[in-house]
Antibody
Framework: QVQLVQSGAEVKRPGASVRVSCKAS????????IHWLRQAPTQGFQWMGW????????HYGQNFQGRVTMARDTSISTVYMELSGLRSDDTAVYYC??????????????WGQGTLVTVSS | DIVMTQSPLSLSVTPGEPASISCRSS???????????LDWYLQKPGQSPQLLIY???YRASGVPDRFSASGSGTDFTLKISRVEAEDVGVYFC?????????FGQGTKLEIK
C-alpha cells in the first residue's frame, strides 16, 4: 500500500525542538521529493521546505531558515523534519507530502496523516 | 511570494446542485511550456488533503468526473457539477510554480 506514515503527536515547551518522522512505503523512496507543510489552527497551509531523498539535498522556506532541518534515512525509507526554537505560534499540524516530478505536475499527490505539535508552557 | 486568493470562503449547497470556487494568483502561474502550476485539493473533515486537480485542469487519478477545473494565468475555477454529501470539506488551491509554494485561504463547502 502506497502511504506516508508520520510519528505521533508531540507537546513541547517554548524554546525546545521537535522532530517529526515520515515513513514511506509502497513506492521507491528515492524517486520522489518530500515536502513538509504545516497547518496552524484555523489558518491555512504554510510550506516549509523540501528534501530530495535520493541525495539528501534540502531547500527551506525563508520563514523557517535557521530553525528547520530536514534529513532522510534511506535504509528505512524515512524522512525527518526537526524544528528548533519552538514558539507558541508553531503549534500546528505538520504534514509530509510526496511531490510529483515537475514534468508530471509538481503536485502533492500523497500526504501523511499529519502530526499535531503543541507548544505550551 | 505569490499570493493566492480564493472566493467564496464558504459555500452551502443543496445535494445535486452545482458549486463553483474561484482562485486568483498575484502572478501568472503559466510556465514556458504552457502549463499552469495550479492545484486544487480537498481536505475532508479530520483527514489529510487529497489532490483533485493539477496543472490547472487535469483531474488526478480516481477523482470523479463531476469535478472539473479551468483557467489560465492568474484566474482559475473549480466546479462540481452535482454536489454530493461526500464532497463536504475545505477546498484550497495551491501554486507550485515558484519554490515557495503558497495556498489559498480555503473554501468550506457544506451541504444544505
Amino acid at each position: 500500500q502506497v502511504q506516508l506514515v508520520q510519528s505521533g503527536a508531540e507537546v513541547k515547551r517554548p524554546g525546545a525542538s521537535v522532530r517529526v518522522s515520515c515513513k514511506a512505503s509502497g513506492y521507491t523512496f528515492i524517486d520522489y521529493y518530500i515536502h513538509w507543510l504545516r497547518q496552524a489552527p484555523t489558518q491555512g497551509f504554510q510550506w516549509m521546505g523540501w528534501i530530495n531523498p535520493a541525495n539528501g539535498e534540502t531547500h527551506y522556506g525563508q520563514n523557517f531558515q535557521g530553525r528547520v532541518t530536514m534529513a532522510r534515512d534511506t535504509s528505512i525509507s524515512t524522512v525527518y523534519m526537526e524544528l528548533s526554537g519552538l514558539r507558541s505560534d508553531d503549534t500546528a499540524v505538520y504534514y509530509c507530502a510526496r511531490v510529483l516530478p515537475y514534468n508530471d505536475g509538481n503536485s502533492n499527490d500523497l500526504w501523511g496523516q499529519g502530526t499535531l505539535v503543541t507548544v505550551s508552557s | 511570494d505569490i499570493v493566492m486568493t480564493q472566493s467564496p470562503l464558504s459555500l452551502s449547497v443543496t445535494p445535486g446542485e452545482p458549486a463553483s470556487i474561484s482562485c486568483r494568483s498575484s502572478q501568472s502561474l503559466l510556465d514556458t511550456f504552457g502549463r499552469n502550476y495550479l492545484d486544487w485539493y480537498l481536505q475532508k473533515p479530520g483527514q489529510s488533503p487529497q489532490l483533485l486537480i493539477y496543472w490547472g485542469s487535469y483531474r488526478a487519478s480516481g477523482v470523479p468526473d463531476r469535478f472539473s477545473a479551468s483557467g489560465s494565468g492568474t484566474d482559475f475555477t473549480l466546479k462540481i457539477s452535482r454536489v454530493e454529501a461526500e464532497d463536504v470539506g475545505v477546498y484550497f488551491c495551491m501554486q507550485s510554480l515558484q519554490i515557495l509554494y503558497t495556498f489559498g485561504q480555503g473554501t468550506k463547502l457544506e451541504i444544505k
